[in-house]
C-alpha cells in the first residue's frame, strides 16, 4: 500500500490523527483492499487519508513509522516494527521510501499469516455488535481477560499438575494472584446498578472486588477453569460498593481454542428478593403444615389418650402390686425389683409418646436427616391404632425389608402417613361398610425409590375428582377446608419424592408416596 504526506508542519498535540489524515492512500493490493477495505472497496480508499481505514489498535505504529521515513533523508529510509492485529498472527509491519520515489510517498506492508479471513471492517463491525448487545442487555454481564491463568495453568500441565485442587491448598498464594491479576475489562450499565457505580468504569480492573463476599468462589472457579469445563455457575454473595449484600446466581463461560483466550464472560443474576420470598414462602407453608398437624391431632384425641393412658395404667397396677410385696412380714425383693423394671419401661414408654405429640404440635425448623421410612410408619401409626380397632377396621401392614434410607424431616413425613391414614377411616365410615380394611406397605420402587402405599375399602374418589384431590381447599368433606392433601403434596415435593392418587379395581383409593433414597445408603431392616 503506498501513501503521500499531503505536507504542512506535523501538530504534536494530535500527532496521530494528523499524521495519519494527511497521509493520502495512491494505490494497495488486493489482500490490503480485502483486510483493509469497506463497501466500496478499492475505488473508495484511493485518495482518501489512511486513518478511515487503518485499525485502531496500530494507528499510533503507523503514524510513528511513516513521520520517522518521512524525516529520514537516507534514500533507503526503512522502519519495521511488529504490531497487534485481528487478523494476522504474529503481524510485521514495515514502512520504506520507494526506490524511485520522494521522500513524500512511503509504501507501507503487513506480514504474518491469517487468522481471521474476515475483513478488518467486518471484524469490527461484529465487535461493535457484541459490545451493543453487552451494554444493553438487561442482565447484568462482565467482560474478563483471563489471559493470565491461561498462561499459568499451561505451565502447571507442563509440570505435571493434573488435580488443581490439592495444589491450591498448597499454594493458596495462587488464588491470590488470580484476584490480582485476573481483569475485569469490560462491564454493561446493569453491571454498574448491581454493585450500585456511577459508571460503568468504576468496575473496571481486577475482580478481587467480585469475590469478596465469596472467596472461596475463586477456588471452585479456577478448577472448573483448569478442568476445561465450558462454564460454571454457583450462588454467590456479592457486596455492593455501598457494603450491602446481596444474593446472586453467578455463570461463567470459558473461552476455548480457537477463541480469543481475553474473552470470558459472567453473567450476573440477582435473586436477593426471590431467596427472601421463597423464604417467607417457606416459612408459611410450615405454619400451614403445623396447623394442619394441631387440626388432625384434635380428631385423634381418642386414640392419643388411649395411647398415654397404657402405660399409665401399667405404672399403676405394677407400682400397687410392688407395695404389696412391700408390705408383706418378709418383702419379696426380687418381685419388687421386676415390678420396678417394668414401671420404669411403661414410664419411658409413656414419655415417647408425649415426646412424638409433642414434636407434632411443636414449632421448628424441618430437620433433613436419614431416616427408616418403616420406623416413620410405626411411629405415625402409634397416633391412630386405637381409632382404626374402635372402628373395627383390619388393618394389614407389610414393610418391606432392607430398605435404603431416605433424607427427610421425620415429623412431616409422619404427618402425611397420618393424614392418609385419617382419610381412609373417614372414607371407611362414609361408606358404611362393616368389614373395612386398610392396608399399608413400604417397598422399592423400579426407579430405586423407596415408596409407601396406602390402600383402603372406602368409596374411592370420584373420577371427576382426582385430578383436583390435590387442589388447595378442595374437599368433598362436609366440614373439610381441603389444605390436608395439598399440605401432604407440598411436603412430599419438597422431598424430591411425589404422591399419586388412584381407584382400586375391585373399590376403594389408593395413594402411593415415593421417596428418593438417600445415595450411598446403609439399609436398614
Not at 450499565?189 to 465469596?214: H, Q
Not at 414408654?349 to 436419614?370: G, Q
Request: hydrophobic share 40%.
Amino acid at each position: 500500500m503506498s501513501s503521500r504526506l499531503s505536507g504542512g508542519e506535523l501538530c504534536r498535540a494530535d500527532w496521530v490523527a494528523e499524521v495519519l489524515g494527511r497521509a493520502l492512500v495512491l494505490d494497495l493490493n488486493d489482500r490490503s483492499e480485502h483486510l483493509l477495505g469497506g463497501p466500496g472497496g478499492r475505488d473508495e480508499m484511493i485518495g482518501r487519508p489512511i486513518a478511515e481505514f487503518w485499525p485502531l489498535d496500530s494507528k499510533a505504529d503507523l503514524a510513528e513509522m511513516i513521520a520517522d521515513v518521512a524525516t529520514d533523508r537516507s534514500p533507503d529510509a526503512k522502519r519495521t516494527r511488529d504490531i497487534t492485529s485481528l487478523l494476522l498472527a504474529h503481524p510485521v509491519l514495515t514502512v520504506r521510501r520507494p526506490e524511485d520515489g520522494g521522500r513524500e510517498v512511503v509504501i507501507v506492508t503487513v506480514r504474518g499469516p491469517l487468522k481471521d479471513h474476515r475483513s478488518y471492517w467486518t471484524v469490527r463491525a461484529s465487535e461493535e455488535r457484541y459490545r451493543n448487545l453487552l451494554h444493553y442487555m438487561p442482565n447484568p454481564l462482565l467482560r474478563v481477560d483471563a489471559r493470565p491463568m491461561a498462561e499459568v495453568f499451561a505451565r502447571l500441565r507442563a509440570e505435571g499438575v493434573y488435580d488443581l485442587g490439592p495444589y491450591l491448598d498448597a499454594h493458596p498464594e495462587l488464588i491470590d494472584f488470580a484476584n490480582r491479576n485476573v481483569r475485569v475489562t469490560e462491564v454493561n450499565r446493569a453491571t454498574a446498578v448491581l454493585f450500585g457505580a456511577t459508571r460503568t468504569t468504576d468496575l473496571i480492573g481486577p475482580m478481587e472486588y467480585l469475590f469478596r463476599a465469596s472467596p472461596d468462589t475463586v477456588r471452585r472457579n479456577m478448577i472448573a477453569h483448569f478442568e476445561g469445563r465450558r462454564s460454571h455457575a454457583e450462588v454467590i454473595k456479592v457486596r455492593r460498593l455501598d457494603g450491602r449484600l446481596l444474593d446472586v446466581q453467578f455463570a461463567v463461560t470459558y473461552p476455548t481454542p480457537p477463541e480469543l483466550r481475553d474473552v470470558t464472560v459472567i453473567s450476573l443474576d440477582d435473586i436477593t428478593d426471590r431467596l427472601r420470598t421463597e423464604a417467607q414462602l417457606r416459612q408459611l407453608q410450615a405454619d400451614f403444615a403445623r396447623a394442619a398437624r394441631i387440626s388432625t391431632l384434635g380428631e385423634l384425641t381418642t386414640s392419643i389418650a388411649h395411647e398415654v393412658n397404657q402405660p399409665l395404667a401399667a405404672i399403676f397396677t405394677n407400682a400397687e402390686t410392688s407395695l404389696r410385696w412391700l408390705s408383706r412380714d418378709e418383702p419379696n425383693l426380687a418381685k419388687v425389683v421386676q415390678l420396678t423394671t417394668r414401671i420404669v419401661a411403661s414410664a419411658r414408654h409413656a414419655n415417647e409418646v408425649v415426646h412424638r405429640i409433642r414434636s407434632m404440635t411443636a414449632k421448628h425448623a424441618p430437620e433433613r436427616l436419614p431416616l427408616d421410612l418403616n420406623r416413620v410408619v410405626d411411629e405415625a401409626l402409634l397416633f391412630i391404632r386405637h381409632n382404626i380397632e374402635t372402628c373395627s377396621i383390619q388393618l394389614s401392614v407389610k414393610l418391606g425389608l432392607g430398605l435404603p434410607s431416605v433424607i427427610g424431616d421425620r415429623v412431616q413425613l409422619q404427618q402425611v402417613v397420618v393424614n392418609l391414614l385419617v382419610n381412609s377411616i373417614q372414607a371407611i365410615g362414609q361408606a358404611g361398610a362393616k368389614d373395612g380394611r386398610i392396608e399399608l406397605g413400604t417397598s422399592l420402587g423400579e426407579g430405586g425409590e423407596v415408596a409407601f402405599v396406602i390402600r383402603d375399602s372406602g368409596p374411592g374418589i370420584a373420577e371427576e375428582n382426582l385430578d383436583r384431590i390435590f387442589d388447595g381447599f378442595f374437599t368433598t368433606k362436609e366440614e373439610g377446608i381441603g389444605l390436608g392433601l395439598a399440605i401432604c403434596q407440598s411436603i412430599m415435593m419438597a422431598h424430591g419424592g411425589g404422591i399419586a392418587a388412584s381407584n382400586r379395581p375391585e373399590g376403594g383409593a389408593c395413594f402411593r408416596l415415593w421417596l428418593p433414597a438417600e445415595r450411598d445408603a446403609v439399609r436398614v431392616g
